[in-house]
């Protein structure tokens, strides 16, 4: 497949990513995304971030699989929790689950630093790979268990988690500055919600069910464990 192949299913992609909204738009309460969230979406190229043999179905509207029983999401997926973020260019993100780097680029696209977390060495290795390759410079990556989030870099202006908790976990809440955003989604599989949550300036927390919708779940125990990654 040529670059420019890659260009013109992209721009498909953009479009099933609108027609989409418009179907579920009494869902999420607007008909159409941002601008900004639609461009960045618009300007990563997914091909890159999808394992070689399914770079053929990058700009599918569907997830797909990457290994060690995880996906990465659907373009509009991304799209959507993109916009709900609201990403600003000043801001400082904090990314749940890594995967491939997709979402992690697109975030890089609008945020002035991104700090991403993933748990599963294979996948960290090659994510950072490919983000260098993509000349991504304001992305910092940690092989860890984001279920704590990232406390040495916190408090996050927003914070993006990639993987469904079955409750929003409290670190993640603490380590959200106060007027800052998150989306999740959370609940048991079967059963998950992507939420917003938004920290107002007093510190008080108010979440909104968005649209049900199919996540990993994301790793986490009562107790951090031992030592640094």
């Not at 409750?167 to 500055?177: C, E, R, S, T, V």
Request: hydrophobic letters at 45%; a negative charge.
């Amino acid at each position: 497949m040529t670059a420019e192949h890659f260009i013109k299913l992209r721009q498909y992609m953009l479009m099933e990513i609108a027609a989409e909204t418009i179907y579920v738009s009494a869902r999420i309460g607007k008909a159409a995304l941002g601008t900004a969230a639609m461009e960045a979406v618009g300007k990563v190229p997914r091909h890159d971030f999808v394992p070689v043999e399914l770079q053929p179905y990058a700009y599918a509207n569907v997830p797909l699989p990457i290994g060690f029983d995880k996906t990465i999401s659907q373009p509009f997926i991304v799209a959507l929790m993109t916009d709900l973020l609201d990403v600003k260019g000043d801001d400082v993100v904090l990314e749940i689950g890594t995967g491939l780097g997709y979402q992690a680029a697109v975030l890089a696209e609008l945020a002035r630093k991104v700090y991403s977390v993933e748990i599963i060495e294979e996948l960290a290795d090659g994510a950072k790979q490919r983000l260098r390759r993509q000349g991504y410079k304001n992305i910092e990556f940690k092989l860890g268990n984001g279920y704590y989030g990232w406390p040495e870099h916190a408090p996050f202006d927003k914070i993006m988690v990639c993987a469904a908790p079955d409750l929003i976990p409290g670190a993640l809440l603490q380590q959200l500055k106060p007027g800052g955003k998150m989306v999740i989604p959370t609940g048991l599989a079967g059963s998950q919600q992507l939420m917003l949550v938004e920290k107002d300036a007093a510190g008080s927390v108010a979440t909104r069910e968005i649209l049900p919708v199919r996540f990993a779940q994301l790793e986490g125990t009562e107790s951090p464990p031992l030592g640094g990654s």
